[in-house]
């Protein structure tokens, strides 16, 4: 089955407009509240790789995040499992070929559907192209010489630059 792009897409955009968020930084505590998912910070000490995990049980869902990466990464960390809880309903657990119960490097290489799928959703629960293109006003940046317009956007978006550039450059606003 191949990776259901506007599905991720639609998903996130109703999940902002149910959760009546207009503005950014998204907050991400407002919309795990919204599908009831609670979230957990846990230091999963000298396993760095892992990011989270996600958990869901009698209508309850849970969002571990690694304490101790960055809060950027961490907010790409639970938007994307949110994803999951959202997407992929028959899930109790998210479980990663690698290591059980956890998402890890490798689920950033979009190696299979779910975790494309769940990559997606993440990228427009927390930089919703609509948003961005109005930022943007329809101009195209270029990626050697505006970086500071690109950090401008992933400070106001509460996100990586790296992850700011990948998403300009998906939604075609990024020259270079």
């Known amino acids: 089955m191949a990776p259901r792009y506007a599905l991720a897409k639609r998903k996130a955009q109703q999940l902002l407009a149910e959760a009546k968020i ?27 790789e892992m990011s989270g995990m996600a958990y869901r049980q009698d ?41 059980p119960m956890f998402r890890t490097e490798r689920s950033s290489l979009a190696v299979d ?21 109005t930022d943007l006003r329809n101009r195209h940046i270029d990626i050697e010489d ?8 992933a400070d106001k978006y509460g996100v990586s630059v790296k992850a700011m550039t990948v998403r300009l450059t998906a939604i075609g606003a990024l020259n270079g």
């Open 22 to 48: 207009t503005s950014v930084p998204v907050p991400l505590d407002k919309v795990a509240t919204a599908i009831n998912a609670q979230i957990y910070y846990e230091p999963y000490d000298g396993a760095e």
């Open 59 to 99: 209508g309850q869902s849970l969002i571990g995040v690694n304490a101790m990466h960055g809060k950027r990464r961490q907010r790409f960390t639970i938007a994307h499992e949110i994803g999951h809880l959202v997407l992929h309903t028959k899930e109790d657990i998210h479980v990663d070929e690698i290591l």
């Open 113 to 133: 559907d779910a975790e494309i799928e769940a990559n997606q959703f993440a990228a427009e629960l927390l930089m919703p192209a609509e948003w961005l293109r």
């Open 146 to 153: 505006d970086d500071d317009v690109i950090e401008e956007l």
